[in-house]
C-alpha cells in the first residue's frame, strides 16, 4: 500500500505541520494570542517549500486557530466556545471539557401567563401559567450564553426549586424528565440593549441564537432562547457517512 508520509510526499508533510500546530495549542504550550512559526521557519523545519508552509497556515487561520496579520506576524487565535448544534450538551461540562472555570448567574426565577409565542411553543393555552428563568453562563467569568427558558409547570412543577448556580437547568429537566425529542432553529441577531447588558457587550456585536424545543414522553418540556455573543462563539458539527454498500 502506498504511503504518504513514508514517501515524503508534499501533502504528508502539509498535514505534519498542521497536526504540529494542532498538538502546540492543545497542549497549552502555545495559548492565546501566542506567536506561531513563520512560514520561513515551518518550510525549514519540515524540509518543504514556503508555499506549502503558507497553505497550512492559511487552512487553520480558515478554521478560526490562528490569525495571520500582515506585517506582524501568525498568532494562536483566541479560544472560543464551541457547540455542537447536532447534540445537546451541557454548557458546563463543555465549559470545564476546555479546562475553564463555569459559573452561572441567576437574573430570575418566576411563574408568568404564557405569550401566544410561548404558548405555541410549548404546545398549551395563551395565558396558561409557564415557568420563565433567565441566566447567564459564564466562562472564565466571561458571558458566553444568555439562556431564556420556558418550562411546562405541569411536567416539571419543582423547577423554579432548584440552584441553579449548582446545576444547569439541562442538567435538571435531563434527570427528572428525560427527553425523548429536541429541535433546533438557528439565527443571527443584532442583541437589544438588555440582552447586551448581561452579556456585556457592544450594541454592534452580532450574536447567534439558538431557540430549542425539548420533549418528554408527555409533551413538550421546554422552549429556550439561547444567545451567544459572535466574539465568544462558535457552531461545530462532525458526521459519519456509511460506504456505499456493493451489490
Same mark, same amino acid.
Given at each position: 500500500?502506498?504511503?504518504?508520509?513514508?514517501?515524503?510526499?508534499?501533502?504528508?508533510?502539509?498535514?505534519?505541520?498542521?497536526?504540529?500546530? #494542532?498538538?502546540?495549542?492543545?497542549?497549552?504550550?502555545?495559548? *492565546?494570542?501566542?506567536?506561531?512559526?513563520?512560514?520561513?521557519?515551518?518550510? &525549514?523545519?519540515?524540509? !518543504? @517549500?514556503?508555499?506549502?508552509?503558507?497553505?497550512?497556515? +492559511? &487552512?487553520?487561520?480558515? *478554521?478560526?486557530?490562528?490569525?495571520?496579520? +500582515?506585517?506582524?506576524?501568525?498568532? !494562536?487565535?483566541?479560544?472560543? @466556545? +464551541?457547540?455542537?448544534?447536532?447534540?445537546?450538551?451541557?454548557?458546563?461540562?463543555?465549559?470545564?471539557?476546555?479546562?475553564?472555570? #463555569?459559573?452561572?448567574?441567576?437574573?430570575?426565577?418566576?411563574?408568568?401567563?404564557? =405569550? =401566544?409565542?410561548?404558548?405555541?411553543?410549548?404546545?398549551? *393555552?395563551?395565558?396558561?401559567?409557564?415557568?420563565? =428563568?433567565?441566566?447567564?453562563?459564564?466562562?472564565?467569568?466571561?458571558?458566553?450564553?444568555? *439562556?431564556?427558558?420556558?418550562?411546562?409547570?405541569?411536567?416539571?412543577?419543582?423547577?423554579?426549586?432548584?440552584?441553579?448556580?449548582?446545576?444547569?437547568?439541562?442538567?435538571?429537566?435531563?434527570?427528572?424528565?428525560?427527553?425523548?425529542?429536541? @429541535?433546533?432553529?438557528?439565527?443571527?441577531?443584532?442583541?437589544?440593549?438588555? !440582552?447586551?447588558?448581561?452579556? +456585556?457587550?457592544?450594541?454592534?456585536?452580532?450574536?447567534?441564537?439558538?431557540?430549542?424545543?425539548?420533549?418528554?414522553?408527555?409533551?413538550?418540556?421546554?422552549?429556550?432562547?439561547?444567545?451567544?455573543?459572535?466574539?465568544?462563539?462558535?457552531?461545530?458539527?462532525?458526521?459519519?457517512?456509511?460506504?456505499?454498500?456493493?451489490?
Amino acid at each position: 500500500m502506498f504511503n504518504a508520509y513514508a514517501a515524503g510526499c508534499p501533502m504528508a508533510k502539509f498535514s505534519n505541520i498542521k497536526q504540529f500546530i #494542532y498538538d502546540k495549542i492543545e497542549t497549552g504550550e502555545w495559548p *492565546e494570542n501566542h506567536p506561531v512559526s513563520s512560514e520561513n521557519a515551518l518550510a &525549514e523545519q519540515f524540509s !518543504v @517549500s514556503r508555499m506549502t508552509a503558507r497553505r497550512a497556515l +492559511q &487552512e487553520l487561520a480558515d *478554521e478560526g486557530l490562528v490569525i495571520r496579520t +500582515q506585517g506582524a506576524g501568525t498568532f !494562536v487565535a483566541p479560544i472560543k @466556545s +464551541q457547540t455542537s448544534f447536532m447534540a445537546i450538551k451541557n454548557i458546563a461540562d463543555e465549559v470545564r471539557d476546555r479546562g475553564h472555570e #463555569y459559573r452561572a448567574k441567576v437574573h430570575h426565577l418566576r411563574i408568568q401567563d404564557a =405569550s =401566544s409565542q410561548v404558548a405555541e411553543a410549548l404546545q398549551i *393555552e395563551p395565558g396558561s401559567e409557564v415557568l420563565h =428563568s433567565t441566566i447567564t453562563h459564564l466562562e472564565n467569568d466571561l458571558p458566553v450564553q444568555l *439562556e431564556e427558558r420556558y418550562v411546562n409547570p405541569k411536567l416539571v412543577p419543582d423547577y423554579l426549586k432548584q440552584d441553579y448556580t449548582k446545576v444547569t437547568p439541562h442538567e435538571y429537566l435531563c434527570v427528572v424528565t428525560p427527553l425523548t425529542e429536541a @429541535s433546533h432553529q438557528i439565527e443571527a441577531i443584532h442583541p437589544i440593549s438588555s !440582552v447586551c447588558q448581561l452579556l +456585556q457587550i457592544s450594541r454592534d456585536e452580532p450574536c447567534l441564537r439558538i431557540i430549542r424545543r425539548t420533549w418528554s414522553s408527555g409533551g413538550v418540556v421546554s422552549y429556550a432562547i439561547l444567545t451567544h455573543p459572535g466574539s465568544r462563539f462558535k457552531l461545530g458539527g462532525h458526521m459519519n457517512f456509511d460506504a456505499p454498500k456493493s451489490d
